[in-house]
């Protein structure tokens, strides 16, 4: 476990204080935590993990399925029955974290909706076992409860019934020197011997305007951190060669490195994802079975489209979204799939024909 004290803004350290609190729940609900890439979910849920072991006496550990945590990407999860109730029964009474849960295929998601049907608060499937599952996603949450077909609309509705959502740097960037000092904290270059003199944090002011002034271009979040983090540490080896005392000057030298390489290089940019917003006509379907979509179906897809494109692509909020397109805010909020129309319709019986 990472030794490193959890630390962030208001938004951040609201989130953690919550998913400390729904992960020790005695009912074994699930819960998804969310964020951006780098936001940190994680390390936040690996360090609410911890703090729970450290202040919860054994015999309710195993109570509350809080006696190890295992986190499991999407790519690793089980794709038949045999392999699920295998990872099931090898973690009675821990915690599961299904990462990137939205990225799991079809026969993942129906494998999972079979599990997660409880049984005295119990999950699996050809034996129900006491375990605590959490999921994780990087998605927007308006994307995730809008999904267009049935089987993850079905996921979505079983799992969230505990959300805890961690804000991006863009969102919250206040604490971003303390963060890097974590950051820096969680190398651990010290542990390598023959340059532990030089893992002393870097207390240059050029380097802490520069995380002050570019904060909210971190779009990697906290993996951008770990970018210069590890830029500076390297070029403090290149430019320090056999002296190993830091140096004001030397130090000026290693920080211009790190600033051109980073911005100019190695920082994650924003992603153009304008392709992943336009409207395919190919992929509107019939709500009704029918050979072909009607009419209204295309300007249904259209109008849900539209909205992903403001929401996800513009970054505009509902309220904002309605001034810039001078309509009615009531008119946007329409603008979604309606469960109805993935609902399973239930046959009836037919009367019999009067003769």
Known sequence: MIDTDYSGGEKRMKAFEKMKCFLANPGMFSLVVLGSRGSGKHFSIEKAFAHLIENIEDEPKKELCLEEIKFVSALDFPKDKEGLDELFQSNISKTLVIEDFETLNELQKLLLLDALSTVNGKFGISEKVAIRILFTSSEKIDSLRTVTDATSLLLWDRISQ??????????????????????????????????????????????????????????????????????????????????????????????????????????????????????????????????????????????????????????????????????????LKNYKVKKEAVAVEVPTKKKPNKK
């Open 162 to 331: 505990l959300i805890v959502e961690f804000p991006s740097f863009q969102e919250e960037g206040s604490n971003i020197l303390i963060d890097f000092e974590n950051t820096w904290t969680k190398m651990a270059f010290h542990k390598i011997e023959k340059f532990k003199q030089l893992a002393s944090y870097p207390g240059l002011t050029k380097l802490e305007i520069f995380l002050e002034h570019k904060k909210a271009e971190f779009v990697g979040g906290f993996r951008d951190l770990d970018k210069i983090a590890c830029l500076y540490f390297n070029y403090r080896i290149y430019h320090y060669r056999e002296k190993r005392k830091i140096d004001n000057f030397i130090e000026e030298k290693v920080f211009e490195d790190v600033k051109a390489d980073f911005s100019g290089k190695t920082q994650m940019n924003e992603e153009d994802n304008t392709a992943a917003f336009i409207f395919d006509f190919n992929e509107v379907k019939s709500s009704n079975n029918k050979l072909y979509p009607s009419l209204d179906d295309f300007n249904v897809q259209f109008r849900i489209q539209l909205r992903k494109y403001l929401t996800e692509y513009k970054k505009w909020s509902l309220s904002k979204s309605a001034t810039n397109l001078d309509c009615s805010i009531h008119t």
